[in-house]
């Protein structure tokens, strides 16, 4: 019996409107070796084990729960059952295209590399509002854009080696994780980050390749999106208590913390020598810049993208993003439990 060469790992957990599609994505690879699937649910109360366990009857995949609920929890199950070489990760809301396998297989092959990724793409059948989350998510204003080892795998172009991968569309070679541990079940959020820190600390390397796709939906309401930022505000909080700054993959995820550092200074700086009147100005004159900063940057997406609704939708989402940022690390900074 040939060896299997690739253990694919799905964590999923309320995806019950998603995962049919990831599952048969997984089961319609072009790649002409040995793999496995392996789905490990966390106890999702929406109907997607029961859908997932009428599927297993057509498809030939391991299903798994995980008690702990948390998706590093459920990775680290399937880790421990997959028998693959190489270890692949994708999410129960994304689906892959026919070649991703094959041509992960191709890159390991010509480039010395530990771990592969590619972009995270919109699905053309997303709602509006959920393309244009995606959309929003990378201007610079929001989260960086380029600069953020988060985003900008959606954003480039050309292949090269890179800090971060995230686990929506990464494989690694399963002896990364007799080195350096399985994924921190402690973080609800930022766990992808947290491992690709120490994978680069142990001397591994990440390798992106654009031909490496996953279609991935976004979140498909404001609330839901504005919650998930605020929780990786606070995944950031929690890996640079856990490994200092050095953690941090960009400072770029610390920019807002910056901003309200620099804020709260001028205000002590203020209130100590009796300046409470220039300090309500120049916070006037800063408020009027950040509006017409966003004013200006949710214009060039419109005309960028070719949508006027964007307009809209940007000058809604940009400040979302930020404020939910600020919450979710002052919230991280001040509890003793980020979680």
Same mark, same amino acid.
């Given at each position: 019996?040939?060896? $299997?060469?690739?253990?694919?790992?799905?964590?999923?957990? *309320?995806? =019950?409107?998603?995962?049919?599609? /990831? $599952?048969?994505?997984?089961?319609?690879?072009?790649?002409?070796?040995?793999?496995? @699937?392996?789905? +490990?649910?966390?106890?999702?109360?929406?109907? !997607?084990?029961?859908?997932?366990?009428?599927?297993?009857?057509?498809? *030939?995949?391991?299903?798994?729960?995980?008690?702990?609920?948390?998706?590093?929890?459920?990775?680290?199950?399937?880790?421990?059952?997959?028998?693959? =070489?190489?270890?692949?990760?994708?999410?129960?809301?994304?689906?892959?295209?026919?070649?991703?396998?094959?041509?992960?297989? =191709?890159?390991?092959?010509?480039?010395? &590399?530990?771990?592969?990724?590619?972009?995270?793409?919109?699905?053309?059948?997303?709602?509006?509002?959920?393309?244009?989350?995606?959309?929003?998510?990378?201007?610079?204003?929001?989260?960086?854009?380029?600069?953020?080892?988060? !985003?900008?795998? !959606?954003?480039?172009?050309?292949?090269?080696?890179?800090?971060?991968?995230? !686990?929506? *569309?990464? /494989?690694?070679?399963?002896?990364?994780?007799?080195?350096?541990?399985?994924?921190?079940?402690?973080? @609800?959020?930022?766990?992808?980050?947290?491992?690709?820190?120490?994978?680069?600390?142990?001397?591994?390397?990440?390798?992106?390749?654009?031909?490496?796709?996953?279609?991935?939906?976004?979140?498909?309401? %404001?609330?839901?999106?504005?919650?998930?930022?605020?929780?990786?505000?606070?995944?950031? +909080?929690?890996?640079?208590?856990?490994?200092?700054?050095?953690?941090?993959?960009?400072? $770029?995820?610390?920019?807002?913390?910056?901003?309200? $550092?620099?804020?709260?200074?001028?205000?002590?700086?203020?209130?100590?020598? *009796?300046?409470?009147?220039?300090?309500?100005?120049?916070?006037?004159?800063?408020?009027?810049?950040?509006?017409?900063?966003?004013?200006?940057?949710?214009?060039?997406?419109?005309?960028?993208?070719?949508?006027?609704?964007? %307009?809209?939708?940007?000058? @809604?989402?940009?400040? &979302?993003?930020?404020?939910?940022?600020?919450?979710?690390?002052?919230?991280?900074?001040?509890?003793?439990?980020?979680?």
């Amino acid at each position: 019996m040939s060896e $299997i060469e690739f253990s694919i790992v799905v964590a999923v957990r *309320n995806e =019950k409107e998603y995962i049919e599609k /990831c $599952i048969k994505s997984l089961f319609n690879q072009d790649f002409d070796g040995k793999y496995e @699937v392996i789905v +490990v649910d966390g106890m999702s109360d929406d109907g !997607t084990y029961e859908l997932l366990q009428g599927l297993q009857r057509e498809y *030939n995949f391991v299903l798994l729960r995980n008690p702990k609920i948390n998706a590093a929890a459920g990775r680290n199950i399937g880790i421990k059952h997959a028998k693959g =070489k190489f270890i692949a990760f994708i999410d129960g809301d994304a689906y892959a295209y026919k070649d991703w396998l094959s041509n992960i297989k =191709k890159i390991f092959e010509r480039v010395d &590399t530990d771990g592969v990724g590619g972009p995270d793409l919109l699905p053309e059948d997303a709602s509006f509002k959920s393309k244009a989350i995606g959309l929003v998510m990378t201007s610079p204003l929001a989260r960086g854009g380029r600069f953020n080892p988060s !985003t900008q795998h !959606t954003m480039m172009e050309e292949e090269r080696f890179v800090d971060h991968i995230p !686990t929506c *569309n990464l /494989c690694l070679r399963r002896e990364i994780f007799d080195k350096v541990g399985l994924f921190d079940e402690s973080f @609800v959020k930022g766990q992808d980050l947290d491992l690709s820190y120490r994978i680069r600390k142990a001397g591994y390397k990440l390798f992106y390749s654009p031909s490496v796709k996953v279609v991935h939906y976004r979140k498909q309401d %404001f609330r839901s999106f504005a919650r998930q930022i605020y929780k990786w505000a606070k995944a950031k +909080v929690a890996i640079v208590k856990k490994h200092g700054l050095h953690g941090i993959t960009s400072h $770029i995820y610390l920019w807002p913390v910056y901003g309200l $550092i620099a804020l709260l200074l001028i205000l002590s700086v203020s209130l100590l020598f *009796n300046l409470m009147q220039l300090f309500s100005l120049l916070l006037s004159l800063g408020l009027i810049l950040y509006l017409l900063v966003i004013l200006f940057e949710s214009a060039r997406i419109s005309k960028r993208y070719g949508d006027k609704k964007l %307009f809209l939708y940007s000058l @809604v989402l940009i400040p &979302t993003i930020h404020v939910s940022y600020a919450c979710g690390v002052v919230v991280a900074l001040v509890r003793r439990s980020i979680w």
